[in-house]
Protein backbone atom coordinates (compact mmCIF):
# COMPACT_ATOMS: atom_id res chain seq x y z
CA UNK A 1 0.00 0.00 0.00
CA UNK A 2 1.03 3.88 -0.27
CA UNK A 3 2.93 4.99 2.26
CA UNK A 4 1.06 8.14 2.18
CA UNK A 5 -2.26 6.74 2.38
CA UNK A 6 -1.23 4.34 5.46
CA UNK A 7 0.08 7.16 7.31
CA UNK A 8 -3.46 8.91 6.68
CA UNK A 9 -5.16 5.47 8.09
CA UNK A 10 -2.91 5.17 10.94
CA UNK A 11 -3.76 8.74 12.05
CA UNK A 12 -7.34 8.70 11.79
CA UNK A 13 -7.33 5.28 13.99
CA UNK A 14 -5.40 6.73 16.56
CA UNK A 15 -7.68 9.11 17.25
CA UNK A 16 -10.11 8.28 20.27
CA UNK A 17 -13.77 7.45 19.61
CA UNK A 18 -15.88 10.29 21.54
CA UNK A 19 -19.22 9.81 20.70
CA UNK A 20 -21.55 7.11 20.00
CA UNK A 21 -24.75 7.21 18.12
CA UNK A 22 -27.77 4.70 19.60
CA UNK A 23 -30.71 3.34 17.77
CA UNK A 24 -33.35 1.98 19.97
CA UNK A 25 -35.93 -0.56 19.82
CA UNK A 26 -39.66 -1.14 20.17
CA UNK A 27 -38.23 -4.03 22.23
CA UNK A 28 -36.20 -2.28 24.18
CA UNK A 29 -32.96 -3.40 22.86
CA UNK A 30 -30.52 -0.68 21.31
CA UNK A 31 -27.69 -0.98 18.40
CA UNK A 32 -24.80 1.70 19.86
CA UNK A 33 -21.98 2.21 17.57
CA UNK A 34 -18.86 4.19 18.86
CA UNK A 35 -17.32 7.10 16.24
CA UNK A 36 -14.57 9.39 16.84
CA UNK A 37 -16.52 12.41 16.79
CA UNK A 38 -20.36 13.67 16.96
CA UNK A 39 -20.17 14.57 13.68
CA UNK A 40 -19.76 11.34 11.98
CA UNK A 41 -22.40 9.66 14.51
CA UNK A 42 -24.88 12.48 12.91
CA UNK A 43 -23.85 11.14 9.64
CA UNK A 44 -24.25 7.80 10.43
CA UNK A 45 -28.11 8.43 12.08
CA UNK A 46 -29.19 10.70 8.93
CA UNK A 47 -30.37 7.63 7.60
CA UNK A 48 -32.17 6.24 10.54
CA UNK A 49 -34.11 8.93 11.81
CA UNK A 50 -36.95 8.97 8.31
CA UNK A 51 -37.47 5.58 9.78
CA UNK A 52 -38.92 6.56 13.33
CA UNK A 53 -41.79 4.82 14.02
CA UNK A 54 -42.72 3.62 9.80
CA UNK A 55 -41.19 0.95 9.37
CA UNK A 56 -41.24 -2.82 10.58
CA UNK A 57 -38.40 -4.96 11.01
CA UNK A 58 -37.99 -8.79 12.38
CA UNK A 59 -35.31 -8.91 15.31
CA UNK A 60 -32.80 -11.14 15.18
CA UNK A 61 -32.73 -12.24 18.48
CA UNK A 62 -36.67 -12.66 18.53
CA UNK A 63 -38.25 -12.78 15.59
CA UNK A 64 -40.71 -10.43 16.70
CA UNK A 65 -41.78 -7.27 14.57
CA UNK A 66 -39.73 -4.16 15.86
CA UNK A 67 -39.89 -0.28 15.25
CA UNK A 68 -37.13 2.19 15.48
CA UNK A 69 -38.35 3.97 19.01
CA UNK A 70 -35.51 7.23 18.77
CA UNK A 71 -32.07 7.68 17.01
CA UNK A 72 -29.80 9.78 19.52
CA UNK A 73 -25.93 10.79 19.60
CA UNK A 74 -24.14 10.56 22.77
CA UNK A 75 -20.90 11.29 24.18
CA UNK A 76 -18.56 8.38 25.92
CA UNK A 77 -17.33 9.38 28.96
Known sequence: MNPAIEALI???????????SVVTYSDGSEQRIDHRGADVAENH???????????????????KKITIVSCEVVGIA
Request: positive net charge.
Open 10 to 20: AAAKSKPLTHA
Open 45 to 63: LRSYRPLIGKHEYISRSTG
